[in-house]
C-alpha cells in the first residue's frame, strides 16, 4: 500500500472514530458531529455507559452498578453542555463515616471533630486549623501532615488511619499516596460545619439518570454507535507506529480513545495497575433504611461503603429502597469493560508516562478519560476534556 496516493473514505467528508463510550466518549461523540464530523464509534460492551452505566432494579429504582454518582462542578460550560441532554435536580449528597463507634460527618468538619473529641479538643483544633490556613475552607491531609504543628500532624494521621483505608495503597501496606479524585473529599477537614460532601456551586443530578443523558448526547444523525465490537479488533496502530488503521486500511481523522493505554500498544510494557471496588444490592420493603445517601465504615471486612440510591434518584417509590453495598478496593484482573479506578503510584505513574510516549507518536490518536489518561476524572472534568480536545482539533 502506497500511503500517500491512497484515497480512503475519509478525505472528502470529516470522519472520525471514537472508541469507548463512557461519558468521555459520548460527549466527545456529540462534539464531533455538531462540529460536522461523520462518526464512528465502538464500543465493547452489549451498553453505553462506562462506569455510569445504570440499570432498574425488580423494585423500581435506578441504581448504577460501579457505585453511586453524583454531577458537581464550578465548571459551567461542563453543566451547561450536559443539561442539553435532560433536566437536572439541584442535590446536596451527605456522607457519614463510621469511626470509633459513631457516625460522623465526612469530610470531618466542625460537628465531626466535636463529637469525635469533644467540645474543647475541637475548639482548639478548629482554631489551630484557621490560623494555619487563613485562605482554605477544607484542608487537605497533605497539608495536615506537611504542617509545623504536631496536633494537626496527629489530626492527619487520625485520618489516614481511620478514614483512607479504603485507599489500596494504604491496605496493602506501602506508603499512603494522596488520590488525585477530584471527586473523593474524604482526604479532607472542613473547616466550618457545613455537612454537603462537596464544595462546588453546582451539584446536581439528572431527573431520568445518566443513561438516558448520554443515549440522548448519541443520538445524531451523525453518530453510528457500535455495541459489543472490541474497538481493537478493528483498530490498530501500524508498525510505522504513527498510523492508524481501520480494519488494515489507514484512517486519517481524528481517533478519540477512551479506554486503557496499555491494551492500545498490546501491553508492551505490562498491565498498567486499576483497583475497584466490587458491588452488591440488596432491596428492601421499607421507605428509607439509612440516615443519608452514604454510609462509610473504612475499617470493615466485608462492605466498607452502603449507598441508598433512592436520596440521589429522588424517585418517589413508597415502602422501597436499594441499597448498594461496595468490599474494599481491589486489585483486578484486565476485562473489556474497566469499570476501575487508576490506582497511583510512582512506578504505576512511570509506566503510564512510557505508554503516552507511544501515543504522542500517533498525532491522530487523541486520549480522553480517566482510563486513557489514567487520571481519576470526574464526570465533569470528563466533559470539559471532551470539549477541549474536540476544540483543539
Ligand atoms: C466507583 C466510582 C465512583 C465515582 N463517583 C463519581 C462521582 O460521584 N462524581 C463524579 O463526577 N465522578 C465519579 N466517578 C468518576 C466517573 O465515573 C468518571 O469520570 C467517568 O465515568 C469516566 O468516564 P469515561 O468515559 O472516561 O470512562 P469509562 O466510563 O470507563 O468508559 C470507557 C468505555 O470504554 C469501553 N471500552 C473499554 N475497552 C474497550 C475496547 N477495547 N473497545 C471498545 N470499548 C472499550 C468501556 O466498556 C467503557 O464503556 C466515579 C468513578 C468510580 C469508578
Not at 41 to 62: D, M, Q, T, V, Y
Not at 301 to 315: G, H, I, N, P
Not at 346 to 361: D, I, P, Q, R, V
Request: glycine share 6%.
Amino acid at each position: 500500500m502506497n500511503w500517500n496516493s491512497f484515497k480512503g473514505c475519509n478525505v472528502k467528508t470529516k470522519n472520525a472514530l471514537v472508541i469507548g463510550l463512557g461519558i468521555s466518549g459520548c460527549a466527545a461523540a456529540r462534539l464531533l458531529a455538531e462540529s460536522g464530523y461523520t462518526v464512528t464509534c465502538f464500543e465493547g460492551e452489549s451498553h453505553i455507559g462506562g462506569a455510569l452505566f445504570e440499570e432498574e432494579r425488580p423494585n423500581g429504582i435506578r441504581v448504577q452498578t460501579c457505585g453511586p454518582h453524583i454531577f458537581h462542578t464550578d465548571n459551567e460550560n461542563a453543566y451547561n453542555f450536559i443539561k442539553r441532554f435532560g433536566s437536572f435536580f439541584p442535590y446536596r449528597h451527605r456522607v457519614v463515616v463510621s469511626i470509633n463507634n459513631q457516625m460522623v460527618p465526612l469530610p470531618l468538619n466542625a460537628h465531626s471533630l466535636e463529637m469525635l473529641f469533644g467540645p474543647k479538643q475541637a475548639e482548639s483544633l478548629l482554631s489551630k486549623l484557621s490560623v494555619a490556613f487563613p485562605d482554605e475552607k477544607r484542608v487537605s491531609v497533605d497539608q495536615l501532615m506537611a504542617s509545623s504543628d504536631a496536633k494537626l500532624n496527629d489530626l492527619g494521621r487520625f485520618i489516614i488511619e481511620n478514614i483512607l483505608t479504603l485507599d489500596i495503597n494504604h491496605r496493602s501496606g506501602s506508603s499512603f499516596i494522596p488520590a488525585d479524585d477530584s471527586y473523593m473529599n474524604d482526604a479532607f477537614v472542613d473547616i466550618g460545619s457545613d455537612d454537603c460532601y462537596y464544595t462546588e456551586s453546582i451539584q446536581s443530578m439528572p431527573m431520568q439518570g445518566f443513561m438516558s443523558i448520554m443515549e440522548q448526547m448519541i443520538d445524531h444523525k451523525a453518530i453510528t454507535a457500535y455495541l459489543d465490537i472490541d474497538a481493537l479488533s478493528r483498530v490498530s496502530i501500524h508498525q510505522d507506529g504513527s498510523t492508524v488503521l481501520l480494519d488494515g486500511v489507514p484512517f486519517k481523522g481524528p481517533v478519540i480513545y477512551t479506554p486503557s493505554l496499555d491494551k492500545l500498544f498490546g501491553f508492551c510494557y505490562g498491565a498498567l495497575p486499576y483497583r475497584r471496588s466490587r458491588t452488591s444490592f440488596v432491596d428492601m420493603d421499607i421507605d428509607f433504611h439509612n440516615e443519608c445517601a452514604v454510609i462509610l465504615t473504612p475499617k470493615a471486612k466485608d462492605c466498607v461503603r452502603v449507598s441508598e440510591c433512592k436520596y440521589m434518584t429522588l424517585q418517589s417509590i413508597e415502602g422501597r429502597t436499594s441499597l448498594c453495598m461496595e468490599e474494599p478496593f481491589t486489585s483486578v484482573s484486565r476485562g473489556l469493560s474497566e469499570p476501575f479506578e487508576p490506582a497511583h503510584s510512582s512506578e504505576s505513574l512511570a509506566l503510564y508516562g512510557k505508554y503516552a510516549e507511544l501515543a504522542k507518536k500517533c498525532p491522530s490518536v487523541r486520549l480522553l478519560g480517566r482510563m486513557a489518561c489514567y487520571r481519576n476524572y470526574s464526570i465533569s472534568e470528563s466533559i470539559e476534556q471532551a470539549i477541549e480536545v474536540v476544540s483543539s482539533l
